[in-house]
């Protein structure tokens, strides 16, 4: 079976292709009563469209987001939400040596194994174009819980982090890398120059943070908020590695180091650390939920690659068309978008049960 629904009380089914005539979601759930117009989700699609810089592919998708259904009079009815957005600037003729042969590290092979024939236009539902979609949900997630604020910036690219004692959030806005660190920024104007011109890609680190979450989200032993919240991190594509918290560096530490330490509040405990990401025992501290995810660099490149036709054939390579350089740059307002459709989906299901 193929699966493109996920949530439990919030849930949302993407749909489309990278290079069909439109893609979208349709969020399911969502209470009744919320403003809702294309305003309130069009600034989050601006954020992750292509063609805003020369750091990102030059396909011009305009992105422009319409609610087809589930809302009268600028407010959700509580019906089934179908966003829909158009594909206007598609080259399928860029993918011809793409139908024959397999490109190494993207998903031809398995999509071939698993149905016998693909989309090889962009790779269709394997292309990081369908996370157009979840930023639109995304979007509607956050009207559930306004009390929540969801920041995501690049932390590396290329091997090369950020300094955190530069770290300003002012500056995220301002650069085409997401970043916090200015210095970062420059450097990494220079990494993904060479890369693009060379016909390579580099990887990226995202990192997410939720503030404003309340003790509580979440529930053992299943539907732990921090396994949803990597489920859906992991399931965004080119993502390969995803940390709760510190993550793999508490495997590094002692129980006294990694503990986070409690002492008494005016409105109930202070935290002296938070190794944790905010999430202990599947839920929420009321601690700042972190998340750091991992991109793989761009599969399609300009670089000869060794590779085999459908029939088995030794043959090479190289992608032609318009691929981002660093695919993870346009990776923030994804993770953030999946940060807010598992926070939505844990807020109501703690409504739920618990009043």
């Known amino acids: 079976m193929s699966y493109n629904t996920f949530g439990r009380v919030f849930r949302f089914t993407t749909w489309g292709e990278s290079h069909g005539p439109a893609l979208g979601a349709v969020v399911d759930g969502c209470p009744p009563g919320l403003s809702l117009t294309e305003k309130d989700i069009q600034p989050f699609l601006d954020q992750r469209r292509p063609g805003t810089s020369r750091f990102t592919t030059q396909r011009q998708e305009p992105d422009q987001v319409r609610i087809l259904s589930g809302t009268f009079e600028g407010r959700t009815t509580g019906t089934p939400i179908s966003l829909m957005i158009e594909n206007v600037d598609q080259r399928s003729k860029d993918y011809s040596e793409v139908a024959v042969a397999y490109r190494p590290g993207h998903a031809d092979y398995a999509y071939d194994a ?15 174009r369908e996370t157009a979609a979840r930023v639109a949900a995304g979007a509607v997630a956050r009207l559930v819980i306004p009390q929540v604020r969801i920041t995501a910036w690049v932390e590396a690219i290329g091997g090369d982090a950020i300094d955190p004692a530069n770290f300003d959030a002012e500056q995220i806005g301002r650069n085409p890398f997401f970043c916090p660190d200015a210095a970062a920024a420059a450097r990494w104007e220079v990494m993904i120059d060479a890369a693009r011109k060379s016909g390579s890609s580099l990887g990226a680190v995202i990192a997410c943070e939720a503030t404003g979450v309340p003790a509580g989200w979440g529930a053992p032993l299943y539907a732990k908020l921090d396994s949803e919240l990597a489920a859906a991190c992991m399931s965004i594509n080119a993502v390969k590695g995803v940390e709760i918290g510190d993550g793999f560096a508490v495997a590094t530490l002692r129980g006294e180091d990694n503990a986070d330490a409690m002492r008494p509040g005016a409105d109930g405990p202070e935290f002296l650390a938070n190794h944790a990401g905010g999430i202990a025992g599947g839920i929420s501290t009321g601690q700042p939920v972190k998340v750091r995810v991992a991109f793989k660099p761009t599969s399609s490149i300009l670089t000869p690659v060794p590779t085999i036709t459908r029939d088995g054939d030794a043959t090479e390579i190289m ?6 350089p660093c695919v993870g740059i346009r990776g923030a307002p994804v993770v953030e978008a999946m940060m807010a459709l598992v926070l939505a989906d844990q807020a109501l299901l703690h409504r739920a049960q618990c009043g």
């Open 114 to 128: 698993k149905y016998g024939f693909r989309d090889y236009r962009g790779g269709g539902r394997s292309s990081a």
């Open 319 to 324: 992608t032609k068309g318009r691929h981002d």
